[in-house]
């Protein structure tokens, strides 16, 4: 009887049946068992779900009695597909989905192989959300990133095939949080040990207008950050100076941006000392790589992204402690910000030009480690007294930023990780800000709020500066008198090779990890801010075209390339 249901269904469903492993025959005593494990065991259609879709529902979280109120694709859905089965069994199956929640409805279609094997519901809070002048950020599309990366990595974990996600009433943020909420990486696991990672598709009826340029642009911003994830993660013996510089030559030079390659030699040559001395103590040779895209005519004044790129930091002499060393791989990640921020501006094909800058060394102890006390000469000639050698991420950015000046820069943006006070003052809640320009801090400020990773400003007073020009025996000093106030110094010591111009600062040591549990479109470990990329095109219909604003608000680390693409279009 099993052979004769086989071939029937062969027959009638070709395209369904997969190759399956040869079931354990498993045996009991008790004959009743035995005829239960056999009757179960002739499920031949219990294959994994091939086809996922995510619908969204508007519900007051507030209120466990909301009723619920399925977007306009999930309520087409619900009453072409379904016949309105599945909001009847969501509302059964207790209160709504709240803001980044999913819930998992399988084979909800009448057929009798669904199209869709699962539907996940998300929540997307009230109909009326918007922006929150207290929060400082946007919560519908926030919302959106949230719940649609919730029920992707569900997905996923189910060996789902391919996503269908429906826009949920911003396709690009639909994007994002489900492109990012389903990246991990694994490139270091045996290819049979690592998780399927699915197709994602935007849902619509053929009858239907979607945003399809809105998707794609999330994606794009999506990938960025995943690149700054994916460079952050990777381990410090493998992504040294010089791996570092092969990666972004392989990945640039694709999408069109142009990388030059200058080693020790040069930098000797643009006596950039500072520079010079973090990495004396490496075997590895520091680098220095100079980034060229042009949008625009070549006449036009770039941008200048300064990324820090100290791919481990001991700490030097000034060692570490234990607990501090695991993460330091992920001290280049004003770098890989860079790096994703130009390469999502040349995806996007924006009219800009961008000149970036990655100075890229290693601090670590050997026998010919800069000490405590030691002077050195920067670009422009300033003495600077190393009071101490774990503060050796200001001495890498002086010179570049020196360097930039070649360029009459419209701006200068530096990424780097500069301080881990930041973490008891901001946490994971938003990347530090440090800026002369009012203008760059509104521009910066309004592609956070958009692209969900928050900045906050830190006073330039006076005070600080004179804090690290007290010295007597150097101009200035890489630490500063006194204990206190350390990220507030530290953009007062780069602010002294900044002699004019729009400058700002962005340290992104407190978002460089986060621990999986605030944002659901971010697992445990790097976080890819500030993110260039997810703050990277912002829609405006005057220009009925996508502008990125290159905000470089720390790839979060958690991720956080976008705010960089956002600010850069302002």
């Excluded at 354990?24 to 994994?48: E, F, G, H, K, T």
């Excluded at 994916?230 to 040294?240: D, F, G, V």
């Excluded at 030009?353 to 670009?379: A, F, H, Q, Y």
Aim: aromatic share 8%; glycine share 8%.
């Amino acid at each position: 009887m099993l052979g004769v249901v086989r071939r029937l269904v062969s027959q009638a469903f070709p395209q369904r049946l997969r190759p399956r492993p040869q079931a354990i025959q498993r045996r009991s005593a008790s004959q009743a068992v035995n005829q239960m494990l056999q009757l179960q065991q002739m499920d031949m259609c219990a294959d994994p779900p091939s086809r996922g879709l995510v619908v969204g529902v508007f519900a007051d979280e507030t209120d466990r009695n909301d009723a619920g109120v399925l977007t306009a694709a999930g309520w087409r859905y619900n009453v072409q597909k379904t016949a309105g089965r599945l909001l009847q069994v969501l509302r059964m199956s207790g209160p709504m989905p709240k803001r980044g929640e999913a819930r998992l409805f399988f084979a909800i279609e009448p057929e009798r192989i669904p199209y869709y094997s699962v539907v996940a519901v998300v929540g997307l809070g009230k109909e009326c959300l918007g922006y929150n002048p207290y929060e400082v950020l946007d919560e519908q599309k926030e919302a959106i990133r949230r719940s649609v990366a919730a029920a992707c990595r569900i997905l996923a974990e189910l060996d789902t095939d391919r996503i269908e996600v429906e826009n949920c009433g911003h396709a690009e943020s639909a994007a994002e949080g489900a492109a990012l909420g389903i990246w991990l990486y694994q490139e270091l696991r045996n290819p049979q040990n690592r998780i399927p990672v699915p197709s994602l598709d935007l849902y619509a009826r053929k009858d239907e207008v979607c945003d399809l340029e809105g998707w794609r642009i999330g994606l794009q911003k999506a990938a960025a950050q995943n690149l700054t994830r994916q460079l952050q993660e990777m381990p410090s013996n493998l992504l040294t100076p010089t791996a570092f510089a092969q990666n972004v030559v392989e990945v640039l030079c694709k999408s069109g941006v142009n990388v030059e390659v200058k080693v020790e030699g040069w930098a000797e040559s643009q006596s950039m000392h500072a520079f010079l001395a973090v990495g004396k103590a490496s075997c590895e040779p520091p680098i220095f790589l100079e980034l060229s895209y042009y949008g625009t005519c070549a006449e036009e004044r770039p941008i200048v992204l300064v990324g820090q790129g100290v791919t481990y930091d001991a700490g030097g002499l000034c060692l570490k402690e234990k607990h501090e060393l695991f993460h330091m791989r992920g001290d280049m990640t004003g770098a890989a910000v860079v790096v994703a921020c130009c390469r999502a501006v040349a995806g996007l094909r924006l009219p800009v030009n961008i000149r970036g800058l990655i100075p890229l060394c290693e601090n670590v102890v050997g026998c010919n480690s800069v000490r405590t006390g030691d002077m050195v000469k920067s670009m422009n000639g300033k003495t600077i007294e190393i009071q101490c050698t774990d503060h050796e991420d200001v001495l890498v950015l002086a010179d570049a930023l020196l360097y930039a000046q070649n360029f009459c820069p419209k701006c200068i943006i530096d990424v780097g990780t500069c301080s881990g006070y930041m973490r008891q003052a901001l946490d994971e809640s938003a990347a530090g800000v440090f800026t002369n320009s009012e203008i760059l801090w509104q521009q910066i400020k309004h592609a956070s709020m958009h692209t969900g990773d928050r900045v906050w400003r830190f006073p330039l007073w006076k005070y600080y500066s004179k804090a690290v020009r007290a010295g007597g025996r150097s101009d200035v000093q890489n630490s500063g008198i006194d204990r206190g106030g350390r990220p507030c110094k530290a953009a007062a010591f780069l602010r002294e090779f900044v002699p004019c111009g729009q400058w700002m600062h962005i340290d992104a040591t407190n978002v460089m990890v986060t621990k999986g549990f605030e944002y659901e479109y971010l697992r445990k470990g790097m976080a890819g801010r500030p993110p260039a990329d997810r703050r990277a095109a912002h829609r405006t219909p005057s220009t009925q075209g996508f502008l990125l604003e290159v905000t470089l608000i720390q790839s979060h680390i958690y991720l956080s390339t976008m705010a960089l693409q956002e600010f850069m279009i302002c």
